[in-house]
Every structure is written in structure tokens, then in C-alpha cells.
């Protein structure tokens, strides 16, 4: 069932996709500094002309050309944790996702129950099965494993653009403590981080493992933003200003950038939304770009949420149009490299 949950996120995107025929082909994201959000909803072009970001322009500005003279892990190399023995598609469509939008590497870091299972899925990606679970590990090994689990994955986390903690991650308290560890060495590494699922759960039961962390990205969906506004602001979600509340959410969380999935993507960083690969690229674009850049936003979090926003719509639109209501996670993803392809081609 709880894998059924992708389904229903990327589906929502489809439908929202189909219905609003009267946005524009070309989505357009507004960027407010001063406001903080990005929403359709909110289209004032004449006072927010110098602030709009066109998200086509974005992903065309981000995404790296292809070039023979590159070696294999430039275009990106991620890693998702997450994968237990109850859940396993969830870090699989994440990891994928990562390859078909255009990444070299993907890793998932899941527990030994799970590694099997996600292997099957796909021999393209890379699996470690280094995670444990209460129910394997003994109240007086529980230190000496944490420690060990930690060492295999410090390992590996320089190498890494970006993490994706959450998908099918569960909510075992022991492997919730492992993550936490884990999610601590990554923010002294300065890497990016994209939080979804019971990465979620975790991080708004744990605050301070994302506060003040700019290179910090949640991805809740409805449900899910509906309990970090109640933890965080100790108030109900707020539709008729969203943006304004949401806002409000990133700068009480302190630093951190969140997108809160749903009819319309509303992305926030406090000063002004496949994410990870994205993030990871818009990095590279601005440490590279020099002063003729005509991107008006310079935050790579902002512009690789803005990216993977657009991505995943046009990708479940194109995926909608083919299978109607048949529709499922696999066919949206197919559809990733076409999406971007349609915007910015490859050659």
C-alpha cells in the first residue's frame, strides 16, 4: 500500500496537467523574492516581470550539454536512501528516475531484506545493503551496528552530488536513528539533500537534522505538508494564502527550501521548488555561469526544484495522454527523458 502512494502522487500531477488547460504551454514559475513562493495562481506579470523565471528557460540553462570529453559521474551521481522489507518500489522509481532524466550513477542504500527485491528491478542501478532494522539487531549490538552501518556509507558520501532520504524508508526507530546519523555527516559534507516520504516523518519529528541547512529540499505532498504546518506553525494548512503561509513555514524551519506537491507547486526557500538531479546540475550551471547568465534566480535549490516540478508534470501529461487511467509510475517515468529531450535536446 504503501508504494500505491507514488502512484497517487505522480498521478496527481497528470491530472492537474490534463485539467488546467488554460495555463499556458510554457509553464511559467514566478520567482518573488520578496513574496517567496511560486504558484500559478498568482500571475501579476506586470509587477513580477523582471522576477519571472520561464521553467523551459531554466532546465535549458541547467542541463548539461552531452560531451565526449566528460567522464562518467559529471552528469551526476546520486544516492537514495531508503528500502526496508516492507517497502521497496518507492527507493527503486527514485533511484530510476535519477537515470532517465539524464544522471550517470544512482545508488540506493536500503536494508538486507530489501536489496534483493530493489537488485531485481534493475540492473542499472547500485545497490548496498548495508541498513539494518530493530527486529535484526539486538539491544546490545545496536551501537556497534549503527557505527558499523555509518562506516559503510561515509564510504561513499563524498562521491555523491546529492541524497534522496525517505523513499520506502519506514519508520523503524532504529534505522530512523541510522538515517538521522547519516543525514548529520552528509550536511558537514555540504551535500545536498532532497527529503521525501518517511524521510519526512523523520524530519518533522527532527527539526534541527534540516534547520539552517540551505542545501536542504522537502518535498512534502498534501498530507504531508499538513503535518509540518501543524508541528512547525501550530496552525491548520491555510489555502487561501498559501504562499504567504508557506513562507512562513521555511523561514520557522530555517533555511531550507520546500516544495509542497500538489494542483499547483508552491516552492519556497524563505527569502523568496526527479529534484535531485536537477539540484546537482543547477549547482554546477551557477558555480560555472559567469556574469551574462540570464537566469534572474541564482539559487541552484530554487532552480533544480523549479526543474524537476516541470519535468515530472510535462512527463506524467505525456504518460496520461497514452494510457489514460491505466496510467502507473512506470509509464510516467518512461516518459522523463522525452520530456526533457523535448526542451532542451541533446545535441
Keep these: 500500500m504503501r508504494d500505491g502512494m507514488n502512484y497517487r502522487i505522480l498521478l496527481d500531477s497528470a491530472k492537474s496537467c490534463i485539467l488546467a488547460s488554460s495555463v499556458p504551454r510554457r509553464q511559467q514559475f514566478l520567482i518573488r523574492c520578496v513574496g517567496g513562493s511560486i504558484d500559478h495562481r498568482h500571475r501579476d506579470m506586470q509587477?513580477?516581470?523582471?522576477?519571472e523565471v520561464d521553467s523551459q528557460t531554466v532546465i535549458r540553462a541547467i542541463t548539461p550539454a552531452l560531451d565526449p570529453t566528460r567522464h562518467k559521474g559529471q552528469?551526476?551521481?546520486?544516492?537514495?536512501?531508503?528500502?526496508?522489507?516492507?517497502?521497496?518500489?518507492?527507493?527503486?522509481?527514485?533511484?530510476?528516475?535519477?537515470?532517465?532524466?539524464?544522471?550517470?550513477?544512482?545508488?540506493?542504500?536500503?536494508?538486507?531484506?530489501?536489496?534483493?527485491?530493489?537488485?531485481?528491478?534493475?540492473?542499472?542501478?547500485?545497490?548496498?545493503?548495508?541498513?539494518?532494522?530493530?527486529?535484526?539487531?539486538?539491544?546490545?549490538?545496536?551501537?556497534?551496528?549503527?557505527?558499523?552501518?555509518?562506516?559503510?556509507?561515509?564510504k561513499w558520501l563524498e562521491r555523491f552530488d546529492c541524497l534522496v532520504v525517505g523513499p520506502g524508508l519506514g519508520r523503524d526507530p532504529f534505522l530512523l536513528d541510522c538515517v538521522s546519523e547519516i543525514m548529520r555527516h552528509a550536511r558537514r559534507s555540504n551535500i545536498p539533500i532532497v527529503i521525501d516520504g518517511d524521510g519526512l516523518f523523520l524530519v518533522t519529528n527532527n527539526l534541527e537534522l534540516v534547520s539552517g541547512y540551505a542545501l536542504a529540499v522537502l518535498t512534502p505532498n498534501v498530507n504531508e505538508y499538513k503535518r509540518l504546518v501543524q508541528k512547525v506553525l501550530s496552525s491548520e494548512v491555510n489555502d487561501i494564502d498559501a504562499p504567504q503561509q508557506l513562507l512562513s513555514?521555511?523561514?520557522?524551519?530555517?533555511?531550507?527550501?520546500i516544495l509542497s506537491k500538489g494542483n499547483s507547486d508552491l516552492i519556497s526557500d524563505g527569502d523568496t521548488g526527479s529534484v535531485a538531479v536537477f539540484l546537482s546540475w543547477a549547482r554546477q550551471h551557477i558555480l560555472a555561469a559567469d556574469s551574462n547568465s540570464n537566469l534572474s534566480c541564482k539559487n541552484p535549490i530554487v532552480l533544480g526544484c523549479i526543474a524537476g516540478s516541470a519535468i515530472l508534470r510535462k512527463a506524467a501529461s505525456l504518460a496520461f495522454s497514452n494510457k489514460k487511467r491505466s496510467t502507473v509510475t512506470g509509464d510516467i517515468i518512461e516518459c522523463l527523458g522525452r520530456s526533457l529531450e523535448d526542451i532542451s535536446p541533446a545535441c
Design 249 to 257: 513555514l521555511a523561514k520557522q524551519i530555517g533555511g531550507v527550501t
Design 47 to 51: 509587477a513580477l516581470r523582471s522576477l
Design 75 to 154: 552528469a551526476g551521481n546520486i544516492a537514495v536512501i531508503g528500502g526496508c522489507r516492507e517497502y521497496t518500489g518507492a527507493p527503486y522509481f527514485a533511484a530510476i528516475s535519477a537515470l532517465k532524466i539524464g544522471a550517470d550513477l544512482s545508488h540506493v542504500f536500503c536494508t538486507k531484506d530489501a536489496a534483493p527485491v530493489i537488485k531485481s528491478y534493475s540492473p542499472e542501478l547500485i545497490v548496498h545493503p548495508v541498513l539494518e532494522e530493530s527486529y535484526n539487531v539486538g539491544e546490545e549490538h545496536k551501537s556497534s551496528i549503527a557505527s558499523k552501518v555509518l562506516a559503510e556509507v561515509d
